[in-house]
């Protein structure tokens, strides 16, 4: 193949995964910025590039916030555990199995 094509490939690879990265990695407040940035170009853009509709989701992407540690519902550790319906599961010490070495003769 062509040298200048080569290099253009692995130019658009190395910045894929650089955005990858700081998609991952990143604090999620920057994430938000830009997607909202993005969503901003994207309502400005050409009707007949029809971008509309992609600059609606970015805004809704960028709207939404995850809060807690895990991203989830924004209640960790605030709301107490459910209970089991029965009582605790006991199980005794002698039917729990235990490795034995292995004796090398």
């Given amino acids: 193949m062509n040298a200048v094509l080569d290099d253009s490939l692995v130019g658009l690879m190395l910045i894929a995964c650089s955005i990858y990265a700081f998609a991952k990695l990143g604090p999620s407040a920057a994430w938000r910025r830009v997607l909202s940035l993005l969503a901003a170009m ?5 009707t007949a590039l029809r971008l509309r509709s992609a600059g ?3 805004a809704r992407a ?3 916030k995850a809060q807690g540690g895990c991203g989830g519902c924004g ?3 605030s709301e107490a555990q459910p209970q089991a319906s029965g009582a605790e599961i006991g199980v005794p010490i002698a039917n729990i199995p235990r ?4 004796r090398k003769e």
């Fill in 42 to 46: 994207f309502a400005r853009a050409p």
């Fill in 75 to 77: 209640n960790c550790g």
């Fill in 99 to 102: 490795a034995r070495p292995q």
């Fill in 62 to 64: 960028a709207a939404e």
């Fill in 56 to 58: 609606l989701k970015l």
